[in-house]
C-alpha cells in the first residue's frame, strides 16, 4: 500500500436504527399489502426515517439526503433523485393511508408488547402558523397553548396509551374548544378498544371533562378519570387518615376519597405540597402585578395626560383584570367620580378574599370507577404525563411546530408525517426504558450519529485502487442500544473493488448499490 484516503463519510446510526424500527412494525409489508410500488415504499421510508432522525423541511431533507446521511443506500434510494417536490407528493400520499396505518402500528405494537389498551389518554394541543393563512379552512385564530395568539392556529388531538403508542389522531380548526372535540373522536376511538371485552378508562384533564362529556362517555360504555372542573366545597371525607405516597420526583402527595351528595361517581382529594408552593408563588407574583396596575391606574388621575374619563378608567382596569384572570376576583375595586360623574377622581381596593395556603396544591379527581383505592386512582390518572411527553417528542424533537405550508393538505401531510415520525420514536424508546435508557429522542440520535459510513482507498505501488464501504464500529453507548433492542449493528456487509488510479473518480461510488444487512 503506497497511500490511503478516506471519502464518502456519512451518518448512518440514527438511520440504521430507524429503518430497522420501520421493519420492526411491518411498514414495508402493510404498503407492499395496498399495492405499494417497491420504489416508492423505498422513498416512503426514506422520509419517515429522515422527519425522525433530521426534522426539516423537504428542501432542507433533500440537501441531507444527499450530502449528510448514508439513509438512501440503506434504503435503495437514488439521491440525486430525490427532489421537495417528490418529498411533497410523497408527504400527501401517506397522508392519504392516515388512517390504516393508525390502525396497523395500534394494532403491530399491541402484539410486540402484548398491550391491551386497557387505559388510553385524550388530549388536545395547537400549533401555529408562520404565514397569514387567510384563505384556510382549519387555520383559525383560537386560544395558543404557546401564547401565540397573533397567529391562526390548528388544533392536533392524539389518543395514546400509557406506554406512548398513538392510537388515533385528529387534525381540528385552530378555534375548535377543548369539550367540544371529544365527540368527533369518540368513534375513532372506540375501534381501538382492543382484545378486552372490558371498559376501555379514558384518562383526560379538565378542559374536557364537562358533565355533558362525561355523560356522552357512560353512554358510549367508556370509564374515565379526570380532573372536577372547579373546587368541590361540599363533601365529606370517608377515611381518618390520607394516603400518603411519592410521585416520580419524590415529592409527598396524599390522597383521600370524599363523598359527595347526589354523585355516583367516586372523588378523591390530593393535595401536592411541591404544587401548592408553586401555586402559592404565582399567586403572590400575579397580585403584585395587579396591583401595580391598578396603583399606575390611580397615578394616571393625577398626571396631566393620563386617563381620567370615567369610562376609560373602568376600561383600564377591566383590561387588568382580563390580564389576570385568576386574581382579580381576590379584589373589591372602587372608582370614585367627580360631581358630573364624567372623570374619576380616585381608585381604591381591598382585598376581599386571600386564598387559603392550606388550599394551594389542591385538586379533585373524578372517575366514574368502581373504588380501587386512592393510589391506584392517582397512578392511573398520572398516565396523562405520558401524553404531556408526547407532545413534547412531537414539539421539541420532531419539530412539528410552527408550520410554514401555506395549504391546508400540505398542512395535514406535514402534521401526519411527524406522527409516524413519531411511532418509531415511540417504538424504539419504549423498549430502551424497560432498560433504563430514559433519554430524550434528540439524545438518542447524538448518540447514534457517532456511527459513520466511510469509504477507504487505498492505492499500490502499480496505481491500482482498492475501494472499500464499510460501517464504523459501534461506540459502546451505541452497541448498548442496539442490543437492548435487539438490533442488527451495522447495515453493510463490507463491499470492496479494484479500479486503476484514472478511474477513481469514476468508480468514487463502485458498490454501493447491492449492498445488504447482515
Not at 421510508?45 to 448514508?70: C, D, F, G, H, M
Not at 388512517?99 to 399491541?110: A, C, P
Not at 384563505?135 to 404557546?146: D, H, L, P, Q, T
Not at 404565582?282 to 396631566?304: D, H, P, Y
Request: aromatic fraction near 8%; proline fraction near 2%; charged fraction near 30%.
Amino acid at each position: 500500500i503506497d497511500r490511503t484516503t478516506n471519502s464518502d463519510i456519512r451518518e448512518v446510526g440514527g438511520e440504521w436504527l430507524c429503518l430497522q424500527a420501520c421493519r420492526q412494525l411491518l411498514l414495508p409489508e402493510y404498503l407492499e399489502t395496498f399495492g405499494w410500488e417497491k420504489q416508492d415504499i423505498a422513498l416512503a421510508l426514506t422520509q419517515i426515517i429522515a422527519r425522525a432522525v433530521y426534522p426539516a423541511s423537504e428542501y432542507k431533507t433533500s440537501r441531507w439526503l444527499q450530502e449528510n446521511s448514508a439513509l438512501c443506500e440503506l434504503t435503495g434510494v437514488d439521491p440525486s433523485a430525490i427532489t421537495k417536490d417528490k418529498l411533497y407528493q410523497m408527504a400527501h400520499r401517506l397522508y392519504g393511508e392516515k388512517d390504516g396505518l393508525e390502525r396497523h402500528f395500534s394494532n403491530r405494537t399491541n402484539d410486540l408488547f402484548s398491550l391491551d389498551d386497557k387505559i388510553i389518554i385524550y388530549d388536545l394541543t395547537n400549533t401555529y402558523f408562520e404565514g397569514t393563512m387567510r384563505e384556510s379552512r382549519i387555520a383559525k385564530f383560537g386560544r395558543s397553548k404557546e401564547k401565540r395568539n397573533d397567529t391562526r392556529l390548528v388544533v392536533l388531538a392524539v389518543v395514546v396509551n400509557p406506554e406512548g403508542f398513538l392510537k388515533e389522531s385528529q387534525i381540528f380548526e385552530g378555534n375548535m374548544t377543548d369539550p367540544e372535540s371529544l365527540q368527533y373522536i369518540l368513534d375513532k376511538m372506540k375501534s381501538h378498544r382492543g382484545r378486552s371485552d372490558k371498559k376501555q378508562v379514558v384518562v383526560m384533564d379538565a378542559g374536557i371533562a364537562t358533565n355533558d362529556n362525561l355523560k356522552m362517555l357512560k353512554e358510549e360504555s367508556f370509564d374515565y378519570i379526570c380532573v372536577s372542573r372547579g373546587k368541590l366545597k361540599e363533601y365529606r371525607a370517608t377515611s381518618l387518615s390520607p394516603v400518603e405516597i411519592r410521585d416520580k420526583s419524590n415529592q409527598l402527595i396524599e390522597i383521600s376519597q370524599v363523598e359527595v351528595d347526589g354523585e355516583s361517581d367516586s372523588f378523591y382529594k390530593v393535595k401536592s405540597y411541591s404544587k401548592g408552593l408553586k401555586e402559592a408563588s404565582m399567586e403572590n407574583r400575579f397580585t403584585r402585578a395587579f396591583e401595580c396596575g391598578l396603583s399606575q391606574a390611580a397615578e394616571a388621575l393625577k398626571k396631566k395626560g393620563g386617563t381620567k374619563k370615567l369610562e376609560k378608567v373602568w376600561e383600564r382596569i377591566g383590561r387588568l383584570k382580563e390580564k389576570y384572570p385568576s386574581v382579580h376576583r381576590l379584589y373589591q375595586i372602587h372608582v370614585e367620580p367627580d360631581e358630573r360623574g364624567i372623570h374619576a377622581t380616585s381608585i381604591s381596593w381591598e382585598r376581599i378574599e386571600a386564598k387559603s395556603e392550606s388550599r394551594h396544591g389542591e385538586y379533585f379527581l373524578r372517575t366514574s370507577l368502581s373504588v380501587h383505592g386512592e393510589e391506584i386512582t392517582w397512578l392511573i390518572y398520572n398516565t396523562i404525563r405520558e401524553v404531556e411527553s408526547t407532545f413534547r417528542c412531537l414539539k421539541t424533537d420532531l419539530n412539528l411546530r410552527p408550520v410554514f405550508h401555506k395549504t391546508d393538505e400540505a398542512t395535514m401531510a406535514h402534521l401526519h408525517l411527524g406522527l409516524l415520525a413519531y411511532q418509531l420514536v415511540s417504538t424504539i424508546r419504549y423498549k430502551l426504558k424497560q432498560f433504563g435508557i430514559t433519554h430524550e429522542w434528540k439524545e438518542i440520535v447524538r448518540i447514534m450519529n457517532t456511527q459513520k459510513m466511510v469509504t477507504t482507498h487505498m492505492v499500490n505501488t502499480d496505481e491500482e485502487c482498492v475501494s472499500i464501504r464499510k460501517c464504523s464500529l459501534p461506540e459502546s453507548k451505541v452497541r448498548i442500544i442496539y442490543k437492548v433492542l435487539g438490533y442488527d449493528e451495522k447495515p453493510f456487509i463490507r463491499k470492496k473493488s479494484v479500479v486503476p488510479q484514472l478511474n477513481l473518480k469514476k468508480n468514487i461510488y463502485a458498490g454501493i448499490q447491492g449492498i445488504s444487512s447482515g
